[in-house]
């Protein structure tokens, strides 16, 4: 799965179970798993910390959350560009736009390609107007980080896959920067704002 020998970045939705199956794989070299749902500063610090125990062979370090907060990356960047001997980082998340690009930079990165499937939104983007566009953020404004970032791709999913529209340069850009402010914790109420804004005007539709 990862050829880089610093080890790499695994973007999938079966966080747990891969893990488990690079620790099977790896056996009987020693690897030390860190699981949570946001995974924080204190979290990076007892990465490092675990990272610095001097091992006679590999040692595999697997991260693996549904977000990873931007302190938190800050603090691993040194060690994942310059690993103490015989460490490993393997970093496994459910979304690429989860690492800061300078993260992505370090490591060899993997993106399963398993179809996701969507559910279908309450929501017309073609024919959006303002009473359907604050009914739909009031329906979703107190989404966690994680649940957010997937409605945004749902709402891509929706507009090109669904209603098949024609996206201008904005549009796309607006769901870009929605996942980037999203990793900031920006609220989520004010995101979506954002991104329904630009499809109140008229949407040309592909043909």
Do not use: W
Request: charged share 30%; glycine share 2%; with cysteine.
């Amino acid at each position: 799965m990862f050829t880089n020998e610093r080890g790499g970045i695994l973007i999938t939705e079966q966080i747990e179970e891969r893990s488990k199956e690079i620790e099977e794989s790896l056996h009987p070299l020693r690897c030390v798993t860190f699981l949570c749902d946001d995974f924080k500063i204190e979290d990076a610090k007892e990465v490092i910390a675990e990272a610095y125990k001097s091992e006679a062979n590999t040692k595999t370090l697997i991260l693996g959350a549904k977000s990873f907060t931007v302190p938190a990356q800050n603090a691993l960047l040194k060690i994942l560009e310059e690993p103490p001997r015989n460490i490993v980082f393997i970093l496994l998340a459910p979304n690429k736009s989860t690492f800061l690009p300078t993260v992505r930079s370090r490591l060899s990165l993997t993106q399963e390609r398993n179809a996701r499937y969507y559910e279908p939104l309450a929501i017309e983007l073609g024919k959006l107007d303002l009473a359907a566009m604050f009914s739909f953020v009031k329906e979703h404004e107190r989404l966690k980080k994680h649940d957010a970032k997937a409605l945004i791709e749902q709402l891509a999913h929706q507009a090109v896959h669904v209603e098949r529209l024609s996206l201008t340069s904005l549009q796309l850009e607006g769901f870009e920067k929605a996942l980037r402010l999203l990793e900031l914790n920006a609220r989520l109420q004010s995101v979506l704002v954002m991104v329904l804004m630009n499809f109140l005007k008229e949407v040309k539709r592909a043909r």
